[in-house]
DNA sequence: TACTGATGATCAGCATACTGTCAATTCGAG
DNA sequence: CTCGAATTGACAGTATGCTGATCATCAGTA
């Protein structure tokens, strides 16, 4: 390993980089100002309504703390709404907002887009198999991290 | 494109965290405490003595405004000298210290040892394509990011 | 030489992400 | 049922990374 250009460590955050800016600009020119974070949040929002703070940031393998930002964000920009639970004072119950899903459904096409872009380099075959090994060792190497990622029991997940 | 997990985005940030945790806890038990970034640009001074931060910033692709921070913490730690060019009064040249040069080569071995783990999900020859195609999809989407690789005039950059 | 545009560095501001710590609350073992 | 462990959320602090702006300096040209 002579150069970090060798590192997989360095090439993904590259790509991850990469990856973030192709986003902004192709949810900028729809129109919102919406972070990946701020996203993926709001779209496990709208599939698991009524869920909680600390069980979403496991579905989408963010720290607990870094989701308090972020949904503090979307709840300011109205997007969702945050109450304590009925059931477990200590949980707040996030819910999707008219406006929220609205806006979801105009970013959605943006965010396929970027997705598209983000791979442009690989032709099919390549693009499919570098998902198949990116799905690979991040499973792996899930519980590396402090936030990994947990799925809800009776949740599909990752599955098709 | 159901579900988040799908998204190439998703899965290049998850990897990325994961190989910033996998970083952090081999560099820390070796007795140091340096993130990425700081490794990259020690690397990359060690390479080119006298480099001033935008070249720095171009060879490992970061945003010159986040590299004077790094910088900062570099000189902080004793690792990097920083002062005012003789010939260009408007750049600040970098140089490693001795310390830092000694640090260097501690870490390194703990660096190896990131790399692997972060992939250790992978066999060798998935590793290997693996590897293939992050930087056929970083090269193409280079210009995408506003702080895109540039290599240096007569610097054999990725080259083997 | 004077002007213009490009470049290097810095600053303010915003949004991740992490560690570590704390208080409030819930839950399970005895 | 009670007490200790676990969980949820929050806060402080640090380090990336980005955008947009400003300032000093340099280089090429009229």
Redesign the pocket.
């Known amino acids: 390993m002579k150069d970090i250009n060798d590192m997989p460590g360095h090439l993904v ?1 590259r790509l991850q ?1 990469i990856a ?2 192709v986003f ?1 600009a192709q949810v900028e020119s729809a129109g919102f100002d919406l ?4 996203y993926a949040a709001l779209v496990r929002v709208r599939t698991h309504p009524g869920i ?4 979403l ?1 496991g579905l989408i393998a ?5 989701i ?4 503090d ?1 979307l709840v300011q920009k109205g997007f969702l709404t945050r109450e304590v639970s009925g ?6 119950v996030l819910r999707m907002t008219e406006t929220g899903e609205a806006a979801l459904d105009r970013i959605e096409p943006a965010v396929e887009t970027a997705q598209k872009l983000i791979l442009s380099g690989l032709d099919e075959a390549e693009a499919t198999e570098f998902m198949r090994l990116l799905r690979k060792a991040t499973d792996a190497a899930n519980d590396f ?3 990994p990622l947990r799925q809800v029991s009776g949740d599909p997940g990752n599955a098709k």
């Open positions: 955050r980089q973030v800016a902004h972070t990946p974070v701020q909680d703070q600390a069980t940031a963010y720290d607990r703390t870094t308090a930002g972020v949904v964000r059931t477990d004072r200590r949980a707040r991290s402090r936030a």
